[in-house]
């Protein structure tokens, strides 16, 4: 039986994710580096800011950090209760969950690699998508409770599999932000009126949730507001790129939004939204979006 379970990482994605958690579990508690973080996150919701010691002491624990080196610098030299399952909701690189899988079961604990999907307002609404891979058995005991912020999980396979398949989901999500852009330079171009252009779009073959749901509300209003920064962005697609290697694939489509993404760098691209990458196309072909 599940009766404690705990939050790693409260950024812009885990704070909402942690919580919805009560609704599943009376034993609910959270840590992030930044500690004042928890603190409020227990005033608001419920929930108990503990010790990173503490933290580990559970039936189960999620993580959801920027990167696999973050969680593989955290995990390292930590001692784990025997039976503890590890659900990671990082972006990460798939061998890094094989890795983490083999080490701590040394310690008797599982590991598995359950990225989301869905953006910030997924998880404030809990209705994300959890892409889930390692020990079976074990994902079918912790589904319950992921299903407290998720409204899709699914399980995808041998350890490494969930971060495979969500570092090509955002790959996707580039060429389709790229492609909408490129589309939308022409139609400018042409002097048609942009938003009566994307409201045809979005109601016809071309749309989709890229077209819906950020070039009206971030790209044409000008504001980028930013709920995921375009350098995780830049890691994700390194990781599609990477997979694509390892299977000695060479794909143009890829291989170019790989390079798209690249030319801001990273330092500046952890201050942007994804969204403001649309800005390197503006200036290539000198015309705004709006
Ligand atoms: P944020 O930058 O908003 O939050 C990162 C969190 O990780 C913060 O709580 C931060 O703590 C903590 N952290 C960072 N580095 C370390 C470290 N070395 N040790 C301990 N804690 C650390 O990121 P997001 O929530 O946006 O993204 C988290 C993951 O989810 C990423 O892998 C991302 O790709 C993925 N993701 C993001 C989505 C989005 O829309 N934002 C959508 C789907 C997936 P502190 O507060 O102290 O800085």
Redesign the pocket.
């Given at each position: 039986m599940i009766s404690s379970v705990s939050f790693?990482?409260?950024?812009?994605?885990?704070?909402h994710m942690a919580s919805h958690l009560p609704k599943v579990c009376d034993n609910v508690k959270v840590w992030?580096?930044?500690f004042d973080?928890a603190e409020q996150h227990s005033r608001i919701f419920g929930t108990q800011a503990v010790s990173l010691q503490e933290a580990i002491h559970v039936d189960v624990i999620f993580s959801?950090?920027?990167?696999s080196?973050?969680i593989e610098?955290?995990v390292h030299d930590l001692v784990l209760k025997p039976g503890t399952i590890w659900i990671d909701?990082?972006?990460?690189v798939p061998e890094s969950a094989q890795k983490l899988s083999m080490q701590l079961a040394k310690q008797g604990v599982i590991y598995l690699d359950a990225?989301?999907?869905?953006?910030?307002i997924?998880?404030e609404k809990g209705t994300?998508t959890v892409m889930v891979a390692g020990d079976e058995i074990a994902f079918e005991k912790v589904k319950p409770i992921i299903s407290a912020f998720a409204e899709l999980i699914e399980y995808v396979g041998e350890s490494g599999a969930g971060f495979s398949v969500?570092a090509i989901n955002?790959m996707l999500m580039a060429v389709n932000l790229w492609s909408v852009a490129e589309g939308l330079c022409v139609l400018k171009a042409k002097g048609v009126q942009l938003g009566a252009a994307l409201n045809c779009i979005n109601h016809s073959s071309g749309r989709s949730g890229i077209s819906e749901n950020i070039f009206a509300q971030r790209i044409f209003s000008r504001t980028f507001e930013k709920?995921?920064?375009l350098d995780?962005?830049q890691?994700?697609i390194g990781i599609a790129i990477d997979l694509m290697d390892q299977q000695y694939l060479q794909l143009q489509m890829m291989q170019l939004i790989h390079q798209q993404f690249a030319v801001v760098e990273r330092a500046k691209a952890k201050e942007m939204d994804f969204s403001a990458v649309v800005k390197v196309l503006e200036n290539t072909v000198k015309l705004k979006l709006c």
């Open positions: 790693i990482g409260l950024g812009g994605m885990g704070w992030n580096r930044n973080k959801c950090l920027p990167t080196a973050d610098g955290l909701c990082t972006s990460g990225p989301v999907s869905g953006q910030t997924g998880a994300l969500k955002n709920t995921f920064a995780l962005l890691k994700d």
